[in-house]
């Protein structure tokens, strides 16, 4: 099983000092333990302040932990070798700002040993893929924080690092860049690299996660594969008409749990699960109406977040 592992983290816990004259230590996390396999794109979920960051700054060694441990690709953390192997972004990159985007992301090849004409070529392919165009050319100053989280991307990805750490990737980018972003992901899933990433946009997780850890005030409360977690089994139907005559309304209305004018003629309407949706759909169709879509409904993973969140703010 070992051998199937990117990431092991064992009983991680992290306690900070709080306070001037009598400092008490503030647990941030709380012997959090779970796997990552290789090849996987996995999602560390959780609210502000959840200890997401405080997790992969422990795996990045830019601070200790107070107890347990954790291995990545089979060693510590801190070995040489895995640094070797592992890109990072962090969820505020901050980088030489008189630079400009090429001459930064040749900077980080050239720390890997990709110099000149190989480092630049690097470079150049690595901002092409983030979207970064001629505007690689500015200082870094005169970017905008969107345009700063795709260098920071880019340079997590100079040394095309079989393991992957992403803080927050989707912060301060615009629809077009969070696409990208994501389309960026499931690249490097496809060529075997394994992706952890940590956010609190609960709709990139579910976009493209295969397993997820949620994570509520450095406790871990929930960790496993999508559909293991959320409720899968469909709790009704929502289905959605147009040219509804007023007297076919009133027939359907009792099957139907709900209905919803979206405009004129046009209908939401909310069915049991055990409701043949087909056939309702059918004799609606056969009425004059027009079938504009049929959707189950079910628990989204922000439903079983919220609940778990408010579990651990309980007390439960």
């Known amino acids: 099983m070992a051998g199937t592992l990117a990431i092991r983290i064992d009983e991680l816990t992290k306690d900070y000092p709080v306070g001037f004259w009598r400092p008490r230590p503030r647990r941030a996390l709380d012997h959090v333990t779970l796997q990552v396999e290789r090849g996987e794109v996995f999602g560390f979920l959780g609210p502000n302040g959840a200890g997401k960051t405080t997790t992969l700054k422990l795996l990045m060694q830019l601070i200790y932990p107070t107890s347990g441990h954790a291995v990545i690709l089979g060693r510590p953390v801190g070995d040489v070798t895995v640094r070797r192997s592992i890109g990072y972004l962090p969820e ?20 890997f040993g990709l110099r000149g ?28 924080k969107g345009m700063l989280q795709r260098v920071g991307l880019a340079q997590a990805l100079v040394n095309a690092p079989e393991v992957i750490f992403l803080d927050e990737p989707m912060s301060g980018l ?28 609960l709709a990139d997780a579910e976009a493209l996660c295969s397993r997820v850890a949620v994570l509520a005030r450095g406790r871990l409360v929930a960790d496993g594969r999508l559909t293991e977690m959320l409720a899968f089994e469909v709790r009704g139907w929502e289905l959605v008409v147009a040219n509804l005559r007023p007297e076919v309304l009133e027939r359907v209305r009792g099957v139907a749990r709900g209905a919803t004018e979206i405009s004129h003629g046009r209908y939401s309407l909310e069915l049991p699960p055990d409701s043949h949706p087909e056939r309702v759909a059918a004799d609606l169709v056969a009425s004059g109406a027009a079938l504009v879509a049929l959707n189950p409904i079910r628990d989204t993973l922000e439903d079983f977040f919220v609940r778990q969140v408010g579990t651990v703010g309980s007390g439960q």
């Open 92 to 111: 505020n990159p901050s980088f030489y700002d008189h630079l400009t985007a090429e001459e930064l992301l040749s900077y980080f090849a050239a720390l």
């Open 117 to 144: 004409a190989e480092g630049r070529a690097r470079a150049s392919s690595l901002l092409d893929q983030v979207g970064i165009g001629a505007e690689r050319r500015l200082q870094l100053r005169k970017f905008s």
């Open 174 to 201: 615009d629809p077009l860049g969070r696409r990208q972003v994501r389309s960026l992901i499931l690249e490097l899933r496809d060529r075997g690299c394994t992706v952890f990433f940590s956010s609190h946009i």
